[in-house]
Every structure is written in structure tokens, then in C-alpha cells.
């Protein structure tokens, strides 16, 4: 039995689904299959029942990932005692961060972390799901809930300030007065049913309940796209917000919310020269979240 069989397995055992673990693995669906159809032949059982919601774990494969996931770990702490003695600043990082973070926060700042190390290739894997840095989903992480528990290395890198945005054309047309407007009165632009606890859903439900939601999206690019073209209004980070001429800042974060953001690491891997360059680029934009910084 191969590393690579058990791999496939788990891939699609925590995603339910080919397609997606295929693109967890950077493979193809049709590769998967073939995986875990090969792992299930060799074992003579069937691991997985397929219909038209996805695949399910049978009663086999769930002994079968409880064994699994042991060995991922004994072969991942392999891999982190090699990459942990790594002492060049050299190689590729895998950062899991979110949309909006990865667009206006790490982006714009790529060029200057590229000139010190040009030797280091960052991929930044933008998802609003939590990345395992347990499993090497990442090689770090940075995110605004704070991991409790983990042999992980947590740094705080700053707080990140959100506002209320609309569109300097949504604002007169509507006549709407900055810090002094009725929110139930605006169109919204909000996030799709499945994400509306991520940033601003909550505080939107809370504040304007009776507001009229315009447009969906599960991407904060998108909500700013359509906030700038006049759709409505939405909450964004300021450093986006505020740097843009054509946007307007109806409500300051003083009167909206500034969460923590953490950079996260698994402990073996901050020993790691490459890693590290890119965990202390990460911790010099902590002014860059603060809504002075683009003012």
C-alpha cells in the first residue's frame, strides 16, 4: 500500500467530493478516482458510498481514516524535522490567508518582499476556509481567528479596520450623509447564505435588519467591484476602501469593528530559513491593516 493511495483517500474523505479534493491535491478528478478506486481494491472493500451529493465514508472507511490519519501525521512530522533544518532562504511557501487580506493587504507589498528574497516563491492560496497547517494545506497561515489548540506558533501581526462603503454616485443620488444615515434605508451588498457569519454579515443582520440585499457574493472583491460601480453599499477593509477616489466611507470602524489578525505557523516549520522570511515580511504589515495607513 502507497503513501500517495492513503493520501487521495483522505483527500476526498474530508471534502466529499472528487473535484474538490482534486484540487486540494493539484490533480485531476479522473487521478483521484483511479486512487481511491485502486486503494479499495487492494484492501477488498468498499470505502466510500457514491450518489449524487458526493462520496460518504462507509463504515470501512471511516476505520480506515482513523489509521490513515495517523500515518499522514508520522509522515508529516518526517517532513518537518527535513524542512525544519533548512537553512537557506530559498524554495517555496504556501500561505493560506483570506480574499481580502491576500488582495489588499499581502499583494500590493509582494514587490518589496520579491527584492530582499528573490530566491523564495510565495503562493498565496486565498479561501475562507480554515487551511491545516497540521496537514501542510499551508505552510502558514494568516487569519483573524486565533488557532486554540496546535503545536503552532502564533504571532499577532495588527488589527484590520472595516467600514461601511458606498460609491460617491450611490451617495448622491440617495443623498445619503456619512455617519449619519438610516441603514435600513441602503441596499445591500452582502454575503452569499453560506458565509454570513464572515466579516460584516453578523454586524449587517444586527444593524440593518430591515435593509434591502441587493447582491450576493462569496468574495469581498467582488462586493467592492459592485460597491464602486454604484450597486450599493458594503463593508470592506479601509485600506481598499479609502485608497479608492470613487468610494465613500458612510460609517468609520470606530462604529463597525477592528478584528485581530494572527499569523499562524506550525512550530517545527518557523525553524525554516524561507519561512521565516516570509513570517517576518508578514509581520511588517501590521500597520499597513490600520485605516491611518491609507489616509
Given at each position: ?193 453560506e458565509w454570513s ?96 495607513a491609507c489616509a
Amino acid at each position: 500500500m502507497e503513501w500517495d493511495d492513503l493520501k487521495h483517500f483522505l483527500a476526498v474523505a474530508r471534502r466529499g467530493s472528487l473535484t474538490e479534493a482534486a484540487r486540494d491535491l493539484k490533480s485531476s478528478a479522473a487521478t483521484v478516482g483511479r486512487r481511491v478506486a485502486a486503494l479499495e481494491e487492494k484492501l477488498g472493500a468498499r470505502l466510500f458510498d457514491r450518489n449524487q451529493s458526493g462520496y460518504t465514508l462507509t463504515e470501512s472507511g471511516g476505520a480506515v481514516r482513523a489509521k490513515a490519519e495517523e500515518v499522514e501525521e508520522a509522515v508529516l512530522a518526517v517532513e518537518r524535522a527535513a524542512i525544519g533544518r533548512d537553512l537557506r532562504a530559498t524554495g517555496h511557501v504556501r500561505l493560506a490567508t483570506t480574499d481580502d487580506l491576500a488582495a489588499f493587504i499581502v499583494a500590493p507589498h509582494l514587490p518589496r518582499f520579491h527584492e530582499e528574497y528573490p530566491e523564495i516563491t510565495l503562493e498565496i492560496v486565498a479561501r475562507h476556509e480554515l487551511a491545516s497547517l497540521t496537514r501542510r494545506d499551508a505552510d502558514i497561515a494568516l487569519r483573524s481567528g486565533r488557532p486554540q489548540h496546535g503545536d503552532y506558533l502564533v504571532r499577532r501581526v495588527g488589527m484590520i479596520d472595516f467600514g461601511l462603503y458606498g460609491s460617491k454616485s450611490y451617495v448622491a443620488e440617495h443623498k445619503i450623509v456619512p455617519e449619519d444615515c438610516d441603514l435600513n434605508d441602503l441596499d445591500l451588498i452582502t454575503w452569499t447564505e453560506e458565509w454570513s457569519q464572515l466579516r460584516g454579515g453578523p454586524w449587517l443582520a444586527n444593524h440593518a435588519p430591515k435593509a434591502r440585499v441587493v447582491f450576493m457574493s462569496n468574495s469581498p472583491r467582488v462586493h467592492y467591484v459592485a460597491c464602486k460601480a454604484g450597486l450599493g453599499v458594503t463593508i470592506m477593509p479601509c485600506v481598499a476602501g479609502d485608497a479608492d477616489p470613487d468610494l465613500v466611507c458612510l460609517l468609520p470602524p470606530e462604529r463597525l469593528f477592528s478584528p485581530d489578525i494572527w499569523l499562524v505557523v506550525h512550530r517545527a516549520l518557523a525553524r525554516t530559513a524561507r519561512v521565516r522570511a516570509v513570517m517576518d515580511f508578514l509581520e511588517t504589515l501590521g500597520p499597513a491593516l490600520r485605516r491611518h495607513a491609507c489616509a
